[in-house]
């Protein structure tokens, strides 16, 4: 059972914007710590999508987007396309386990 | 083009040891923090611990604390993971990935390598 809560499956259609939330508490996300979300194509290892809360690194198309609020975080994805097909996760830190802690995962299905 | 490259990974009997090798390449190494991360099959990402550039910090998930033990070859551009006391439990993907060059709480980690599988079974 993870630290931070993720639904684990969301879907939408190509063009459509779906959003991926992820849960924490006030050990991890509310005690201030930034999330993170990397994207983990089928077969491939994770890629950083998300860094510090709502920042994309280079080459990560604009269409992601995070925000966070409270104990809570999203991920926004819009003009869904095929090819974000793929498992999403968060990160964060928990004080209580003094350690970097990750959501269970989101699986995007494009329709 | 930065590089992480892990080996080492194998069939290991319950109770057995390990040790994983990652060797890294096309950045400085000696002045990133670096990690260990896990997936077990068909399951989500576990941290499993983080060792600083200059190995003076160091963290391990509880789960694997007094078991494993993460180091680093600064001259040699090398991370390992010596996993002993081995479980069923560990069979898993381990990645190496770079964390960042001070450890804080709000590390995030990128990249990573391909990943190397560790299978616990008798």
């Known amino acids: 059972q993870s630290v931070l809560t993720q639904p684990p499956s969301v879907s939408g259609a190509p063009g459509q914007r779906v959003t991926i939330s992820c849960t924490g508490s006030?050990?991890?996300?509310?005690?201030?710590?930034?999330v993170h979300w990397y994207q983990q194509l089928p077969g491939t290892a994770p890629k950083l999508l998300i860094y510090?809360?709502?920042n994309r690194p280079s080459g990560v198309p604009d269409r992601f987007s995070g925000s966070k609020s409270g104990t809570s975080a999203s991920l926004a994805i819009t003009g869904l396309q095929a090819e974000d097909e793929a498992n999403y996760y968060c990160?964060?830190?928990?004080?209580?386990?003094?350690?970097?802690?990750f959501g269970g995962g989101t699986k995007l299905t494009v329709l | 083009e930065v590089q992480l490259v892990e080996s080492g990974g194998g069939l290991v009997k319950p109770g057995g040891s390990l040790r994983l090798s990652c060797a890294a390449s096309g950045f400085t190494f000696s002045i990133y923090g670096m990690n260990w991360v896990r997936q077990a099959p068909g399951k989500g990402l576990e941290w499993v611990s983080l060792?600083?550039?200059?190995?003076?910090?160091?963290y391990y998930a509880d789960s694997v604390r007094g078991r494993f033990t993460i180091f680093r070859d600064n001259a040699k551009n090398a991370l390992f993971l010596q996993m002993n006391s081995l479980r069923a439990e560990d069979t898993a993907v381990y990645y190496c990935?770079?964390?960042?060059?001070?450890?804080?709480?709000?590390?995030?980690?990128?990249?990573w390598g391909q990943g190397t599988l560790v299978t616990v079974s008798s």
């Open positions: 006030s050990s991890d996300i509310g005690a201030g710590y930034d």
């Open positions: 990935a770079r964390g960042a060059r001070s450890i804080t709480p709000h590390n995030w980690i990128d990249p």
């Open positions: 060792i600083s550039s200059s190995s003076s910090q160091i």
């Open positions: 990160q964060s830190y928990d004080t209580s386990l003094t350690g970097w802690v």
């Open positions: 510090g809360n709502n």
